[in-house]
Nanobody
Framework: QVQLVESGGGLVQAGGSLRLSCAAS????????MGWFRQAPGKEREFVAA????????YYADSGKGRFTISRDNAKNTVYLQMNTLKPEDTAVYYC????????????????WGQGTQVTVSS
C-alpha cells in the first residue's frame, strides 16, 4: 500500500504561482508513474500532468501546458507540480496519484491517491 501526502495548496491571486508537493511512502517509488489530477465543484476529475519516474518523461493536459511543470526527486520520494500564471479556472482540489507501469491520463488507471489539496485562485 502506497501512501501519498499532498501539500502546498492555498489561496492565490490570478497570475500568481503555487508549488504542490506529493510525498510517497513506498521505496519502489521510482518504478511508478505519478500523476496530478484536479476536480472542481460539479465537475469530473481531470488530468493535469504526469511523470514517469523511471525515465522522467512528462505529460501535460492542454490546460496546463506552458504554465505547469511536473518534476520529481526520487531520492526524496516526492513529486512536485509547479503552477505559474494561475487562473481562476484552475481553482479545484488537486490530487496526487500513483500507478504501476506506463503513463495514462485516465484517473481510473491510478492505483493510489492522496487526500487532495485545495487550490483557490481569486480574480
Amino acid at each position: 500500500q502506497v501512501q501519498l501526502v499532498e501539500s502546498g495548496g492555498g489561496l492565490v491571486q490570478a497570475g500568481g504561482s503555487l508549488r504542490l508537493s506529493c510525498a510517497a511512502s513506498d521505496r519502489t517509488f521510482s518504478t511508478y508513474t505519478m500523476g496530478w489530477f484536479r476536480q472542481a465543484p460539479g465537475k469530473e476529475r481531470e488530468f493535469v500532468a504526469a511523470i514517469s519516474l523511471s525515465d522522467g518523461n512528462t505529460y501535460y493536459a492542454d490546460s496546463g501546458k506552458g504554465r505547469f511543470t511536473i518534476s520529481r526527486d526520487n531520492a526524496k520520494n516526492t513529486v512536485y507540480l509547479q503552477m505559474n500564471t494561475l487562473k481562476p479556472e484552475d481553482t479545484a482540489v488537486y490530487y496526487c496519484a500513483a500507478r504501476f507501469g506506463k503513463y495514462s491520463a485516465n484517473w481510473y488507471f491510478y492505483n493510489f491517491w492522496g487526500q487532495g489539496t485545495q487550490v483557490t485562485v481569486s480574480s
